[in-house]
T-cell receptor, first 112, second 115 residues
Framework: AQKITQTQPGMFVQEKEAVTLDCTYD???????LFWYKQPSSGEMIFLIY??????QNATEGRYSLNFQKARKSANLVISASQLGDSAMYFC?????????FGKGTMLLVSP | GAGVSQSPSNKVTEKGKDVELRCDPI?????LYWYRQSLGQGLEFLIY????????KSGLPSDRFSAERTGGSVSTLTIQRTQQEDSAVYLC?????????????FGEGSWLTVV
């Protein structure tokens, strides 16, 4: 079984600043993946970044990086140089070999 | 197709009616998922299909909900005798199956409103 906790219902950041969205997970799977998705107001779920549990290095994708701390069971998303278009809901998810379990999400608002 | 395709994009139905929601996964993806997202909430897993294996139906909330996947491709989610609490966005997703954790890719969802 998997459980994802996102403790920040909402976050505010100024344009061009960096922001960290928190995610902790609990899983009994020996091998698992951690994912972040973005959901803008239009509703589609957009895949952002993936981290495998055995990956030694933190994943990065452009302005997104995943701060993976396995011992703490945390997988925080860092967005550098925030842009107005980053305003959206962000969901953390984890999965083993089948389905993904999602957190309740964090609403990020980027102000000019 | 290039992405996961869902239809209808919006559906308004009367309480008690049956609805069918359709999903066409990314070509070559053998795994298909249905999730539900109620207003302002996270994603709730409903059902998972993988190849010819028996589907994982553990997330279906009641026996009014069923899904099938024909020919290992297109899937239909059926909700019988709809209730107002069924109003939500129904998201379909698909993925490859690689033997490890797989990234799933979502369609744009079917917005269901039960009045």
């Amino acid at each position: 079984a998997q459980k994802i906790t996102q403790t920040q219902p909402g976050m505010f950041v100024q344009e061009k600043e960096a922001v960290t969205l928190d995610c902790t997970y609990d899983t009994s799977d020996p091998s698992y993946g951690l994912f972040w998705y973005k959901q803008p107001s239009s509703g589609e779920m957009i895949f952002l970044i993936y981290q495998g549990s055995y990956d030694q290095q933190n994943a990065t994708e452009g302005r997104y990086s995943l701060n993976f701390q396995k011992a703490r069971k945390s997988a925080n998303l860092v967005i550098s140089a925030s842009q107005l278009g980053d305003s959206a809901m962000y969901f953390c998810a984890s999965g083993g070999y089948s389905t993904l379990t999602f957190g309740k999400g964090t609403m990020l608002l980027v102000s000019p | 197709g290039a992405g996961v395709s869902q239809s209808p994009s919006n559906k308004v139905t009367e309480k008690g009616k049956d609805v069918e929601l359709r999903c066409d996964p990314i070509s070559g993806h053998t795994a298909l998922y249905w999730y539900r997202q109620s207003l302002g909430q996270g994603l709730e897993f409903l059902i998972y299909f993988q190849g010819n294996s028996a589907p994982d139906k553990s997330g279906l909330p009641s026996d009014r909900f069923s899904a099938e996947r024909t020919g290992g491709s297109v899937s239909t989610l059926t909700i019988q005798r709809t209730q107002q609490e069924d109003s939500a966005v129904y998201l379909c997703a698909s993925s490859l199956v690689t033997g490890g954790p797989n990234t799933i890719y979502f369609g744009e969802g079917s917005w269901l409103t039960v009045v």
